[in-house]
């Protein structure tokens, strides 16, 4: 089954190899504080949606960030819409991530998790998030594109992600980018070298959705419906 093919990897990303730059650490939910409550949630939606061997199309976001797949394991999920949406319970934290918000809305025009997630993998093209020190001494996000040498160091973890993904039985004639501008850029270029899929479609990232287009939501879900329905008989 697919759960069974993705979830050694899924709870297994390790950066030990790779030489960060100064000032940059990792966000790894799998292994921070709530850890055995991330793999516990993980599994469970691996489990719930993924118990069968149905190729999926691939939605790839950025890296995680500390309020969705930060707090979850599981991109563009907050725990409110994981509880909410996915009917998975959550224990000891609570987030609220405004690109979870513009997700699940999309998810749920798009037929519910069940029929979303039938024909829809989500996940991130750095699968393990970065922090850096903000003005007031506290972790803000660093996607890892925001610093060149960040990008450079971690493209070969990148790319084994991707092969890996691939091989655990992903489709590969289409392959949805989420973001549309550095993401799509960086995986276009990653991909021309790769040669894994056939074609990218990029789609507006949620979290811009959400801050500069909040009057277009609705338009904006339309567009991410649209497209999958696009793919359909691909």
């Not at 061997?53 to 960030?65: A, E, H, K, S, Y």
């Not at 000891?92 to 999309?106: A, V």
């Not at 655990?168 to 040669?195: E, Q, S, W």
Request: charged fraction near 25%; charge should be positive.
């Amino acid at each position: 089954m697919l759960a069974d093919r993705l979830l050694p990897h899924v709870l297994s990303f390790s950066l030990k190899d790779t030489k960060l730059p100064k000032g940059v650490g990792v966000l790894d939910p799998f292994n921070g504080p709530n850890a055995d409550e991330v793999r516990r949630i993980v599994t469970l939606f691996h489990r719930k949606y993924y118990s069968d061997d149905t190729p999926r199309v691939l939605m790839l976001g950025i890296n995680p960030g500390r309020l969705g797949a930060g707090s979850t394991g599981l991109s563009f999920t907050d725990t409110k819409r994981c509880e909410s949406d996915l009917g998975i319970a959550v224990n000891g934290l609570r987030t609220h991530e405004p690109s979870s918000d513009f997700f699940y809305r999309m998810v749920r025009a798009a037929g519910g998790a069940e029929a979303f997630y039938s024909k829809v993998y989500v996940h991130a093209i750095c699968p393990l998030g970065f922090v850096k020190q903000g003005p007031q001494g506290n972790d803000i996000n660093l996607n890892y594109y925001d610093d060149k040498t960040l990008e450079e160091a971690v493209t070969p973890f990148v790319s084994n992600w991707l092969r890996t993904l691939v091989e655990c039985g992903m489709r590969t004639d289409v392959v949805f980018c989420i973001g549309t501008g550095k993401n799509a850029a960086y995986f276009a270029k990653l991909n021309a070298k790769l040669r894994l899929f056939d074609r990218i479609v990029a789609l507006e990232h949620p979290r811009f959705v959400m801050q500069y287009k909040a009057k277009s939501v609705d338009a904006y879900v339309r567009k991410y419906v649209d497209a999958l329905s696009g793919t359909a008989g691909d």
